[in-house]
């Protein structure tokens, strides 16, 4: 029987070519947009408008901004539930202006529906694209806010253009909030987050400047937060319904923190790093208002000082801790959470991988994620695999190959795991991970320079793992990046097609041994056969709109 091949559904195909149509009429037709938007609000229910719009927050990037803009202008209304304008791409933002603009188009459109909201802004030192330049632009999301945005929105992302008055409109609105997320946002502080928090901000506001130390402010906060006598007196609604609020990068104090810790009851996590202002320190000084009786919801957090003495004591005050981002030279102390799934350590370019063993060899085998951050040295691929047996997620610097012992080879290496971000050494890692890990569906690898007498990834490589494997790879997604020894060529292109059933992303290219002529061949055949697979080489998908009309497709 022939393998399984991925191919696109008729749904889909029809929905890439009406989009296909559709940035090209948008961008023929700028001035005409209103009658394209009458046309296609009768033609195309809210289903279909909501999936176009999802094709097109994924596949204009920052230099297109202005045509997804258009493209919104013409598919946009009330009924629109989801509006990721990132694409789920960290890396792609707006200006300013753009910004100002799709807050205009929400206004002018109706666009209060949204439950999902998600606009990064890059701000520059220009006029038009400082910090300047935000407020005017606010005030048309102000005015969807105040008449129905605000009571739909589930999660909200505003990065460095939210201010204290969208806060305030949240506050007094915002009835299903669960996410906010306002990093790098400097119009923003702690008078933004007293009016999001509270009924009343101007009675219950706490000024650092009124106080002769921080202490005297958690005293006075800690004796207001219990005056209210309820859950929901003196506070505002979305104060229930807050699960994660991320301020880095932004005017706010440690008033701010302690607010939020106090008046979030089921605050789960702060999102990042807040310089200056350690969650760990705040959460100390209100236990000691609270004589230890304080026990709060959050399940994440993140400090880089975890001494041992600070560890116990957070540990009492976090029971349901279960993600921790901190410093390597601090793991001998992280047993004291007895519930950790969630672990990422910042190496500090110095090699803890004797402490990061003993560690995982007294905690309970519990792990579900590991990331390694800012590594030097690579950690045994085989020791993560015996330690980290229910593992889904790792992300770190690994050597050594999987099948060595005969108790690894009676085992398939992490039976669970899903996603891989890994940077490796040799070909024999490589080998490992795609041969033993049966349910991996993201794996990423960077394949870092080798020594002179290492083998390079090659197409025999490649095809002798795949043949080797028990079950068919359940791989969406694979990016290999070579800074030396890759010899893949378009063969491992044809293998991988044929071997994984549900691959939809493969590159990158460029770093392959691919000829431009046959990167075109490839895409013909992509679209020939109706594969649901695309190329990356350079940055660019592949077959693409682009590539389709400079081919003449």
Excluded at 33 to 46: A, G, I, Y
Excluded at 363 to 375: A, T
Excluded at 415 to 420: G, V
């Amino acid at each position: 029987m022939p393998p399984l091949l991925p191919v696109q559904s008729l749904y889909k195909t029809c929905l890439l070519v009406i989009f296909n149509n559709l940035r090209c009429l948008v961008r023929q037709n700028t001035d005409s947009l209103e009658v394209l938007r009458d046309l296609l609000q009768s033609l195309f229910h809210r289903g279909i408008r909501q999936d176009l719009i999802d094709i097109a927050t994924k596949r204009c990037s920052s230099s297109d901004a202005f045509t997804l803009l258009d493209i919104l202008r013409v598919l946009l209304d009330k009924s629109i539930k989801r509006l990721d304008l990132s694409g789920g791409d960290d890396s792609v933002t707006l200006q300013a202006d753009q910004c100002a603009r799709l807050f205009d188009y929400l206004e002018q459109y109706n666009g209060i529906g949204l439950q999902e909201l998600v606009a990064k802004v890059r701000l520059t030192n220009s006029y038009r694209g400082g910090v300047e330049s935000i407020s005017p632009g606010n005030f048309a999301l102000h005015h969807v806010l105040r008449h129905g945005l605000a009571s739909s929105l589930h999660t909200l992302v505003l990065h460095s253009v939210c201010d204290n008055e969208t806060l305030h409109l949240l506050g007094k609105h915002a009835v299903h909030l669960t996410h906010l997320d306002v990093s790098s946002s400097w119009l923003v502080d702690d008078r933004g987050l007293h009016q999001l928090l509270l009924q009343n901000p101007d009675v219950c506001y706490f000024d650092s400047e009124a106080f002769d130390t921080v202490e005297a402010i958690f005293t006075s906060m800690w004796a207001i937060s219990h005056a209210f006598g309820g859950p929901h007196v003196g506070v505002n609604r979305c104060c229930s319904t807050l699960q994660e609020v991320r301020i880095q990068e932004t005017n706010t104090s440690e008033i701010g923190v302690a607010l939020l810790l106090l008046f979030v009851p089921n605050l789960r996590s702060l999102g990042g790093f807040i310089y200056y202002r350690s969650v760990g320190e705040a959460i100390i000084s209100l236990l000691r208002q609270s004589q230890n009786t304080l026990r709060l919801s959050l399940s994440e957090l993140w400090d880089t000082h975890m001494p041992s003495l600070k560890a116990s004591v957070l540990s009492r005050a976090l029971p349901n801790l279960a993600s921790l981002y901190t410093r390597g030279t601090w793991l001998p102390t992280l047993s004291t959470f007895p519930k950790l799934y969630s672990l990422t350590i910042d190496f500090d370019y110095v090699d803890y991988s004797e402490s990061l063993e003993r560690f995982l060899r007294v905690i309970p085998q519990m792990l579900r994620k590991l990331v390694l951050v800012d590594q030097d040295h690579a950690v045994d691929l085989a020791m993560i695999g015996e330690l980290c047996p229910g593992l889904e997620e790792v992300s770190a610097k690994l050597d050594g190959s999987w099948g060595s012992g005969s108790r690894q080879k009676a085992f398939g290496l992490l039976p669970s795991l899903h996603t891989c971000r890994v940077r490796i050494l040799n070909q024999e890692t490589f080998r490992s991970i795609l041969v033993h890990t049966q349910k991996l569906q993201v794996l990423e690898v960077v394949m870092e320079k080798m020594a002179l007498d290492e083998p390079s990834l090659d197409d025999e490589v490649m095809s002798s793992a795949l043949s080797e494997r028990l079950l068919p790879l359940q791989l969406t997604r694979l990016i290999i990046t070579a800074n030396s020894g890759c010899n893949l060529s378009f063969l491992s292109v044809h293998l991988l097609a044929q071997a994984c059933p549900k691959l939809k992303l493969l590159g990158d290219l460029s770093l392959w041994k691919i000829q431009k002529r046959q990167l075109v061949d490839l895409s013909h055949e992509i679209m020939s056969k109706n594969w649901d697979l695309q190329l990356v080489c350079r940055g660019e998908l592949y077959p693409s709109t682009v590539w389709r009309n400079l081919n003449g497709i």
